[in-house]
């Protein structure tokens, strides 16, 4: 690189903290939309689930994989999306800041780039918001249990989601009149509610809204025409190239249990 000449105010920059990830961990970075309440509000989301919306966010997610080195899945559902990076990356020496930063303002400017493509006939009123955070985790099972614990916030969020816009898109009832129907409530009395009341059999819900998304590497053959020239021969000619590539593709699947572990042992290996 370039020889830069030391000045006097060099020292300032020894007052910037180590946040060095610690090695051999799982380094997870979740994102959260700022304030979407309003946002989903305001862009006239459809409740309880725009699927636009999640598309979206799905699409952003795939752009931070492959724009950003060395991640190896991500989990989204609401306005939240995980990424979790190899436990070997030595991405910019695993510095938690840049991870974050990294991450949030690339999925951020998606966001915003990508919003026209998913809400042609909804303008975008003004720039969202993401919030980053990131998190270690030391052991494969803890990280199993991370993303469990995201797609089992996604279940009971999304059940309790479903029968109150029921009881109020349906039922007549109020904001709050669903709320105080729903207090107490445990799944099997709000899956009866759906049932009896609405005829909605919860497990035909659409699996992106009852199991979020899972974004996974997949290698793809990309056969393409490539025009060559050789040596001997006047003409050039058309030969076909296959290579191989890299493509993310949406899941939405369970990863609760251990059958999504056993079916993907190149994950954690
Ligand atoms: P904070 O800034 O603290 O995160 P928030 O308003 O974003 O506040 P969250 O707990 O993150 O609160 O909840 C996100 C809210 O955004 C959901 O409760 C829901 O109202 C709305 N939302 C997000 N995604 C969708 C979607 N695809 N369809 C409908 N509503 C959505
Ligand atoms: P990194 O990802 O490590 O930050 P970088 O290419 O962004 O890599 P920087 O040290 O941040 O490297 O330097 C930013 C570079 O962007 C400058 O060297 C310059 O070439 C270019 N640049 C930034 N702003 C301007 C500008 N206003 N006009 C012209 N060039 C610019
Ligand atoms: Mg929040
Ligand atoms: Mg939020
Ligand atoms: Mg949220
Ligand atoms: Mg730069």
């Known amino acids: 690189g370039r020889i830069m000449a030391k000045s006097k105010f060099e020292y300032v920059r020894e007052f910037e903290a180590d946040d060095t990830c610690l090695r051999n961990c799982w380094v997870v970075i979740r994102l959260d939309g700022r304030n979407f309440h309003r946002f989903s509000e305001q862009h006239n989301f459809s409740k309880p689930n725009d699927a636009r919306a999640l598309h979206l966010m799905n699409r952003c997610a795939q752009n931070v994989m492959q724009e950003l080195e060395d991640i190896l899945l991500a989990y989204g559902q609401s ?136 974004l996974l590497w997949q290698k793809v053959n990309e056969v393409t025409m490539k025009k060559i020239k050789m040596p001997q021969e006047a003409e050039e000619k058309e030969v076909q190239v296959t290579r191989s590539r890299s493509q993310t593709v949406p899941l939405h699947c369970d990863i609760i249990g251990e059958l999504f572990w056993e079916e993907h042992p190149e994950l954690l290996s």
């Not at 915003?112 to 270690?136: M, N, S, T």
Request: proline fraction near 4%; glycine fraction near 4%; aromatic fraction near 18%.
């Open 79 to 214: 306005d939240e999306y995980s990424f979790v990076f190899h436990k070997k990356s030595n991405w910019f020496k695993r510095r938690a800041s840049k991870f974050i930063t990294h991450v949030a303002s690339q999925f951020a400017s998606s966001f915003v780039f990508y919003w026209k493509d998913y809400f042609a006939e909804q303008p975008l009123l003004y720039p969202p918001g993401f919030d980053g955070r990131a998190v270690l985790y030391p052991s494969d099972q803890n990280l199993k249990d991370y993303l469990s614990w995201r797609q089992a916030d996604c279940h009971i969020n999304n059940l309790y989601n479903t029968v109150f816009w029921s009881l109020v898109q349906e039922g007549g009832l109020t904001p709050s009149q669903a709320q105080e129907r729903l207090r107490g409530t445990v799944a099997a009395d709000k899956n009866e509610i759906m049932f009896s009341e609405f005829n909605i059999n919860y497990n035909n819900e659409p699996l992106m809204y009852r199991k979020g998304t899972l």
